[in-house]
C-alpha cells in the first residue's frame, strides 16, 4: 500500500493492523555505526504505551520491540534497520458488533469506499496502534541524532485539554514526567484529572493540543520550496490519527501581529546572528536558524463515545453506535510522545539530506 513510508533519505516505512500477529517497520538510510539495540527504542515505547493511567485505554500491551536486521554487535551496519513489536491484546469481541457499522469519527466508512473492504478489529491500520511504529522510528532517530550531531533535544508536552490551557508562566519542563498527561502546569494537571475523570464517566471525550520542540539544531537544515523544514514538520504532525491542525511558531497568532511584532529582531552573537525571539519557530525560508524548532497540534476528541450516535451500515441503512469497547477520554495525552518521534524523524531526514548536499558532520 502506498504512503505507508516516509522521509526522503532517512525513512520509516511502517507495517501492521491493530489486532494482526504485530506491527513494525523497516528504517533504512542510517549510517554504520550508530550505537542501537532494543534498550535503546524501548523506554521511548514504554511512555507511548496505553494502560498506564487511569485516563488512558487499559488495552494491555507490553509493547516489547524485537530488533530483526541492519545491526550487529550493539551498532548499526548500514542496512536496513528492520523491528516488529507483537500485538499481545487482541480482543477482537469487544469490536465485533461494529464489524458492519461505520463508527462516526473512524475511518470505517473511508477505507470501505476506497478499499470495498476493511479489518474491522481494533480499526485495523487506522488504529493509532500504530503509532507505536512511529515512536520506535523516532528512537533510531534520535540515535542517529546523537551520533552524527550530539545535543538534539527533542521534547514535548500537552498545553490544553478542551478549553482548559497551562499558563505560561506556570509552565515547568521537570514536571513533565511527573504527572498522568505529559503536562508542564502541575495545576492544570490536577484540573484535567478531575474534568476527564467526569467525561468518562458520562462516556464522552475532549480534544487537546500538543507542544514539541527540538532544540541544539544547526542552522541550515530544510530545503527550499516544497520540502521546508516546516512543510515537512507540519505533513509529519498532521500524519499523526486525529490530528486537524497544526502550527509552527507562532502559528495563527502572527496573524494578529503586526511585522514589526513578528518578526525576530537580531543582534550580532558569539556564534552569528542571535534572535530575540521566535516567532518562527526556528526556520526561515524553509530553512533552521539555529532557534528551537517549534511547533503545536490540534488532536481531535476520541470519537469512540458511549454516547448513542446515529450512522449508517454498509448497507446504507440507518443504525445507532455507541461504542462498548476501551477508549481513551482523551487521546491527545498519548499524542505527545508521537509528535517527539514524527519531529525526530525529520530532523534525521534533513540533517542527512544537509550532509549529502552541503557536507559536514562526519
Ligand atoms: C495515541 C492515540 C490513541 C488513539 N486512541 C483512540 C481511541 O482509543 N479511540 C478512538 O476513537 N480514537 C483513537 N485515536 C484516534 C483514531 O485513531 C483516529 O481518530 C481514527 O483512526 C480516524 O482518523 P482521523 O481522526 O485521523 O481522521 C487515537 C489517536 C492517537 C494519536
Redesign the pocket.
Known amino acids: 500500500m502506498p504512503g505507508n513510508r516516509f522521509g526522503q533519505l532517512f525513512t520509516l516505512e511502517s507495517f501492521g493492523e491493530s489486532h494482526g500477529p504485530a506491527i513494525g517497520g523497516v528504517v533504512d538510510g542510517v549510517p554504520p555505526g550508530v550505537p542501537l539495540d532494543e534498550g535503546v527504542i524501548q523506554p521511548a515505547l514504554d511512555r507511548?504505551r496505553p494502560g498506564q493511567s487511569r485516563h488512558t485505554?487499559q488495552r494491555r500491551e507490553t509493547d516489547a520491540v524485537e530488533l530483526l536486521s541492519g545491526v550487529f554487535e550493539g551498532a548499526t551496519t548500514g542496512t536496513p534497520v528492520a523491528f516488529t513489536i507483537r500485538n499481545a491484546d487482541q480482543r477482537s469481541r469487544d469490536y465485533s458488533d461494529i464489524a458492519d457499522r461505520y463508527?462516526p469519527?473512524?475511518?470505517d466508512v473511508t477505507y470501505d469506499r476506497k478499499y470495498g473492504r476493511r479489518d474491522p478489529r481494533g480499526?485495523g491500520r487506522?488504529?493509532?496502534r500504530e503509532?507505536a511504529v512511529r515512536v520506535a522510528g523516532g528512537a533510531i532517530a534520535q540515535a542517529v541524532l546523537d551520533h552524527l550531531l550530539g545535543g538534539v533535544r527533542v521534547r514535548g508536552c500537552l498545553v490544553q485539554v478542551g478549553g482548559d490551557a497551562v499558563s505560561p508562566e506556570a509552565w515547568d519542563w521537570a514536571a513533565v514526567a511527573a504527572n498522568d498527561f505529559f503536562c508542564p502546569d502541575p495545576a492544570a494537571a490536577d484540573r484535567w484529572a478531575e474534568t476527564l475523570d467526569r467525561v468518562r464517566r458520562d462516556g464522552s471525550s475532549l480534544g487537546a493540543v500538543v507542544y514539541v520542540e527540538a532544540d541544539g539544531l544547526p542552522a541550515g537544515l530544510g530545503e527550499p520550496v516544497f520540502d521546508r523544514l516546516d512543510a515537512d514538520l507540519a505533513k509529519a504532525l498532521m500524519s499523526?490519527?486525529?490530528?486537524?491542525g497544526v502550527e509552527i511558531g507562532a502559528g495563527f497568532g502572527a496573524a494578529e501581529l503586526h511585522g514589526e511584532e513578528n518578526a525576530d529582531a537580531m543582534t550580532p552573537g558569539a556564534a552569528g546572528p542571535a534572535f530575540e525571539s521566535n516567532n518562527a519557530g526556528g526556520v526561515l525560508g524553509g530553512i533552521s536558524t539555529g532557534q528551537p524548532l517549534t511547533a503545536r497540534f490540534a488532536?481531535?476528541p476520541?470519537?469512540?463515545v458511549r454516547i448513542p450516535q446515529p450512522s449508517v451500515t454498509r448497507d446504507n441503512e440507518a443504525t445507532e453506535i455507541a461504542?462498548q469497547g476501551?477508549?481513551?477520554p482523551c487521546?491527545g495525552l498519548?499524542?505527545v510522545p508521537?509528535g517527539e518521534a514524527m519531529m525526530r524523524l525529520v530532523v534525521a531526514d534533513h540533517l542527512l539530506r544537509q550532509r549529502g548536499q552541503c557536507g559536514g558532520w562526519a
Open positions: 507511548r485505554t463508527r469519527g473512524h475511518a480499526g487506522a488504529s493509532a503509532t499523526i490519527n486525529a490530528v486537524k488532536v481531535k476520541t470519537s469512540s461504542t476501551r477508549h481513551d487521546v498519548r499524542a508521537v
